[in-house]
């Protein structure tokens, strides 16, 4: 149980994102740039040692999460939010099918049970702004969701400080690639200056911890399903910071993916007394 309660405080970080970046001025380079250097920092004064041992496990997972946070910027960019955000969330299916290869894990009936139940729920809080949209950016954003997937697998496969490391690596890659980017944009006002600080301290920096902490304890595909509670906040802090309505169906489908989280840990838990 303390796994999965780390997981869930790692997707209630990352769900504060989008709210955030509704109240910044600033351009999505900068905001990725900026996010990734305070991140990046963060993780260096806390963790020294993530600077070191970087073996071939972390630079795969450094890339893949610099190409995760990339590809999703230009996804939105290409085609809708509804259609990047969503598509990006099928990465438990990814890691349903990589688990065995990577892991030597295997989904179990409860996780297999939930995964399309996770799906449609996420589904239902984008409908509305789910269409053909951009064959390059809804490309893209599937390849976020299989860059996200090989992130998720790879935190599992590392240990605490490896999956920092790797954190750190992935930062560091988006500072070398954006940053040049970003240099040209609008000045920075007090606000976007906390906007950023949030961004990489919190939402990347402090989730990340957590998250690596939490997956020691879980299968990958377990952690993976957890973070669908990631697309149930990010409404909820967007209608609390600027004022965004819910729709019925966003509601229907956070009940579907909490409802889902709450069987599957009730189903896993009692299982475990059996074999007990």
Known sequence: MSGRLLIAAAALLWSTGGAAVKLSSLGGTQLVAGRAIVAGLVLLVLFPKARRGWNRDVWIAGAAYAATCTLFIFANTLTTAGNAIFLQNIAPAWVMLMSPWLLNERATFAERVTLPISIVGCLLFFVDDVSAGSMLGNGLAVGASFSYATVLLFYRRLDVMGGIAATLCGNLMICVFVLPFALDGPTPAPIDYAVVFHLGAVQQAGAAILYVRGIRELSAMEGALLV?????????????????????????????????AVWRTWYTTRAARRVG
């Not at 967007?238 to 819910?246: H, P, Y």
């Not at 966003?250 to 909490?258: D, E, N, P």
């Open 228 to 260: 669908y509670l990631e697309p149930v906040m990010s409404p909820v802090w967007a209608f609390l910071a600027v004022g965004e309505r819910l729709t019925p169906l966003a509601i229907v489908g956070g009940a579907l993916i909490v409802g889902g």
